[in-house]
Structures are given as C-alpha cells and as structure tokens.
C-alpha cells in the first residue's frame, strides 16, 4: 500500500482504462493532463487507432489534448490487454446496458474483470466506474478477481467510483465534476480517493461501494421521476389547453423548494434510460416493489407515441392525414450539441412515425446517420433549404447552431416538441 501511495503522489502511477468511450476518454485525459502515464485498453480498433493517429473521436476532449498527450508519451492505448499486468491502477469505464427484459446487462464489466484478473498482481489497485446495481463491486468483481489466489484489501485493492461525465457540458467536466468513491476496506478508499484527488478537484469518500454504487443510481432516478412527472404535467396541460411551458416558466420563479425540469417527446442517454432499472431489478430480489420507478418509466416509455399521436391531431386541424404527410424531424441526438444518438427517443419517434405510413426525414448537424432496425438512416444535409417539401418540421433536439425563428418563418407547420421556439408566435407553430 505505502509503495502505491508514493506512486499516486509522485506521480508516477501508471493508470490503464478499460473501455476509452463517453467515460473512459475524457478520464484518460485528465490523468494524462495531470502528469500521470495512461494506456487505454480498448476492444474497438477505430478507437485504438484514432488515438495512435493523435486523434480525438469524442467531442469532449479536443484533438489537440489528445495529440499532446500522446506526443508527450502520456496517453497511449492498445487491443492487448496483457499490458494490464504493468500498471499499479486499472479503471473500468465500459458500457452496462439493459437485456430487452430491462434486466442488467453487465456481460461488458465480466469480460473486463476476466482479462483484468488474468494479469493482476500484488498491489494494484482497481476501481470499476461503471454504472451498475448495489452489491456489484463485492457480489461479483471481488469474487472473480479473488479466484487467482489474492485478496481484495490485502493483496490488491478494490473499489467504486461512479462516473458523472455529462456530454457536452461546457461548465462541468471530469476534473471540476465532485468524485465519489467507496471501496472494499478502508485502505481500498484511500487509494482510491487519493488517486482521483491528484487530478480532480473535489473527493467525496463514502463507507462502501454499495453506497458509492447506490450514489450512482440516485442521482438518475431522481432525474428519471421527476422528468416522468413533468412529462405527466405536459400531458396534463394538454388536456386542460394549457402552455406547460409558461407554467413551468412561472413556477420555477420561485426561489425555493422547486427545480425546473422540462416535458419532451422522452428521454435518452446512456444512463436515465437505463440506470433506474439497475436499482429496480436489484429492489425486486429483495421482495421490494420499485413503484416510482416503474411508473415514471412508463410515462416516459409513453412519450414518443404521445408525441406522435399529438402531431397527428394538430395536422387534422389542417385537413391533413398523418400517414399522407411528410415529416421533417429536427435533431436526433439524445440531447442539444452532442452527436451522441444513445437512447436518444428521437430513434422511436421516427419508427413510429414511419409506422403510421408518414414519409419521415430527419436532419442533424451532429448526427449525420444512425442505424435504426438495422438500416442505416442519413441526415438529410440540405433539409433547412428545402423546408417547403414537408408539410411538418417536428422540433425533436435542438441545437444552437440552428436559426428556429429562420426556419419557423418558411415552414408550413412548426411541432416544437421542446421549446426550441420559445419567444416566437405564429399560427404555424405548435408545442408539446
């Protein structure tokens, strides 16, 4: 433990991460920043190859930090993960989607721990970052790294970090973001917190990785429910012919005791999606009915055939059939200025659009295509130049790079699913 220790504040721990996507790059790189040498270990070849290459492949973290990182001999990443046995911290940032049962998919963190155990030694030190059900750091991690023969706390150290990249988030990043982190043993959360506190600027340490892991799915389910009522409150307001809009305007005026969350057409991401039923399928072992949980997931499982069924309607008003129509999305993304099309309910909206036999584009600048049911779909690069082929613009994501009030003025009908055109009136335009 001493010996890691000096590493940490010398600096000269070596850091390897498993998985260099959303989470792991952005991480790699603020180690790398801080002095220490990172090596990514990844499966996907393109991103191997994008970072010998001294590029960047997330929009996080700019071209030019990876460069210079790698110049420096700070950064550097490899498919063989036989390296794993060189470096004193090994992080896992791989991805936990659900099975289609909404079941924990943690095959990715099973096939990291596997090639981790295959090269750990004496004194590492290993921290899974990947977001995941209370009581998987010990219940599953600890026994599959412990099978070689050393034990966490003692021969090696174990703990939890969840991580809180948000895509796209110009004010908050890795090194500003609050670091929890829970391990095994009291040593485990030292050299944990340690090892983060040499490049982040704040370290929260928690009393285990249950706890650490629980910190995780909080912070989403909060946002999962409270985005499940506000969905709820626009459906609402639709009824009683009311601008939900204007009333969460009004009410989140109030200094205290409210926090504005806002309607759209559902949500998307590699977490609020996703994480919730991690802790539900966890409270359902125990005999625990999760009902907030699986109620705000259907509200917002609910929303894109909402949004669907709520263009049909306002296209009646025109003497116009959905299934005869043609449908101009905005923005496939999950969320504003980001490429990334994770969850995002764009991808439903524009099934179910289909479905209904509307003729459906879509156009985003960050997204230029997407796979949906297994074909590849292309943004449609000149779409705001040809406006008056669509008899709808449906507002799905929107980005700031785009002119709304332009593109109001030539529409012939505006469904603006997230107040992108908030100040501007017109008959043509319609909101969720």
């Known amino acids: 433990m001493e010996k890691l220790r000096k590493l940490i ?14 989470v792991g790059l952005p991480l790699a790189a603020e180690f790398g920043k801080g002095g220490f040498p990172v090596t990514g270990f ?3 070849a393109r991103k191997v190859r994008g970072i010998k290459s001294r590029k960047s492949y997330i929009p996080d973290v700019p071209t ?27 992080i896992i940032c791989v ?41 998987t750091t010990k219940e599953l991690v600890k026994p599959m790294l412990e099978q070689g023969g050393l034990k966490a706390g003692k021969d090696f150290f174990l703990a939890f ?32 917190g340690s090892l983060y506190g040499a490049v982040i600027d704040t370290v929260l340490k928690v009393s285990s ?70 802790l539900g399928w966890k409270m359902k072992t125990l005999n625990f009915e999760p009902r907030f949980i699986e109620l705000a997931g259907a509200i917002n499982s609910s929303m894109p055939d909402h949004t669907v069924s709520r263009l ?32 995002s309910p764009a991808r439903d909206v524009l099934i179910i659009l289909e479905k209904t036999g509307a003729k459906a584009d879509y156009y985003d600048p960050y997204v230029p295509e997407t796979r949906l049911d297994g074909k590849v779909r292309r943004s449609r690069k000149d779409a705001l130049k040809h406006l008056g082929d669509y008899d709808c613009v449906m507002i799905v994501t929107p980005h700031s790079c ?31």
């Not at 004496?122 to 209370?134: A, C, D, F, K, M």
């Not at 049909?312 to 980001?338: C, F, H, Q, W």
Request: hydrophobic share 40%; glycine share 10%.
């Open 161 to 192: 970090s969840p991580e809180r990249v948000d895509p796209g988030n110009k004010k908050f990043g890795v090194k500003n973001t609050p670091k929890v982190v829970g391990g095994i043993t009291p040593a485990c959360t030292e050299l944990a």
């Open 312 to 343: 049909g309607e306002i296209l009646n008003t025109r003497g116009k059939a959905l299934s005869k129509s043609r449908v101009l999305m905005v923005g496939m993304a999950y969320k504003p200025d980001i490429s990334d099309p994770r969850e």
């Open 209 to 278: 990785t249950e706890a650490a892991e629980l910190v995780k799915l909080l912070e989403n389910t909060f946002r999962a429910v409270n985005i499940a009522m506000i969905n709820e409150m626009a459906l609402m307001c639709n009824k009683l012919g009311l601008d939900v809009w204007e009333v969460i305007g009004a009410a989140a005026s109030k200094p205290f005791g409210f926090m504005p969350f806002y309607p759209g057409p559902g949500i998307g991401g590699h977490c609020i999606p996703l994480d919730p039923h991690y």
């Open 9 to 22: 504040a010398g600096r000269k721990a070596r850091v390897g991460i498993v998985g260099l996507g959303y």
């Open 42 to 44: 990844e499966v996907d």
């Open 402 to 432: 785009i002119d709304y009030a332009a593109l109001a003025k030539k529409a012939r009908l505006v469904f603006d699913t997230r107040n992108a055109t908030r100040g501007l009136k017109g008959k043509n335009i319609y909101r969720l």
């Open 64 to 90: 030019e930090t990876v460069s210079a990182l790698v110049k420096k001999g700070l950064l550097s990443a490899t498919l063989d993960f036989s390296g794993l046995k060189r470096q004193d911290a090994v």
């Open 95 to 135: 991805p936990t989607p659900l099975r289609k049962s909404k079941d924990p998919d943690v095959s990715y963190i099973v096939s990291a721990i596997k090639e981790t155990r295959k090269y750990l030694r004496r004194g590492q030190l290993i921290i899974l970052e990947s977001t995941t059900y209370p009581g």
